[in-house]
């Protein structure tokens, strides 16, 4: 079991539709991460969030849009996606944003777009 | 650009040999991570290894770095069929140190 909890496991919605990704850690990590996987390719960073502030957005389209709630919970909503943003969206975090410490991720959630 | 090459992009071994994955990269880093993800699974940390130093071991894995070279060596000894997953190497560098540039990847196999 992963201590990055991420929910839905999969999610199937239509171009127009609007869902959100959910991810949660309780190791008391200050920084967490979004990123995203295509099938046979690296993570590619989306997000970074660094004690509950945006610190990085790698010019990621506004139909993705991250939410840190508090230091535990990180969500991505997403609304009007393109086919294309089918994919695995891992969430990951570490114990600070400084850089130099491993990252810590979920199993991510499927994405497939309609 | 990419800033890790990793080679092979797959490899396929009997269990109790040894694998040796390569990775190159492009821009001066703080450090060099390598990460397992097993099929439909999130990444695992492996291990870390800082741009002073030149080689580290955990276990089975001996990791070395060489910077003059902008390359990095993943080994795996007494490899076992649980070890089939993909690895990557992931570097960490420049004024973001918490943005990671990943590699392509080797995808490694091994048969029991």
């Known amino acids: 079991d992963t201590e990055v909890t991420q929910t839905p496991k999969h999610l199937v919605m239509g171009m127009t539709n609007k869902k959100s990704l959910k991810c949660e850690q309780h190791m008391g990590h200050r920084a967490m991460y979004w990123y995203k996987q295509k099938a046979k390719k690296p993570p590619e960073l989306m997000f970074v969030y660094s004690y509950e502030k945006l610190s990085i957005n790698e010019s990621v389209p506004s139909r993705f849009s991250p939410e840190c709630p508090n230091s535990s919970l990180l969500n991505l909503h997403l609304h009007a996606l393109q086919p294309e943003d089918s994919a695995l969206y891992l969430c990951?975090?570490?114990?600070?944003?400084?850089?130099?410490?491993?990252?810590?991720f979920g199993d991510g959630t499927r994405l497939s777009i309609l | 650009s990419q800033q890790g090459e990793e080679d092979p992009q797959a490899l396929s071994i009997q269990e109790g040999e040894n694998a040796t994955m390569n990775c190159s990269y492009k821009?001066?880093?703080?450090?060099l991570q390598w990460y397992r993800q097993n099929s439909g699974r999130g990444l695992v940390h492996l291990i870390l290894i800082r741009s002073n130093e030149r080689e580290k071991h955990s276990g089975r894995l001996r990791v070395t770095l060489d910077t003059s070279k902008k390359s990095s060596s993943l080994l795996i000894t007494a490899s076992r069929a649980a070890d089939t997953a993909s690895y990557f190497c992931?570097?960490?560098?420049?004024?973001?140190?918490?943005?990671?540039?990943f590699g392509e990847g080797t995808q490694l196999t091994v048969n029991p």
């Open positions: 992931a570097t960490d560098g420049g004024t973001s140190g918490s943005r990671l540039t």
């Open positions: 990951a975090s570490s114990q600070d944003p400084a850089g130099g410490l491993a990252q810590h």
């Open positions: 821009t001066s880093i703080n450090n």
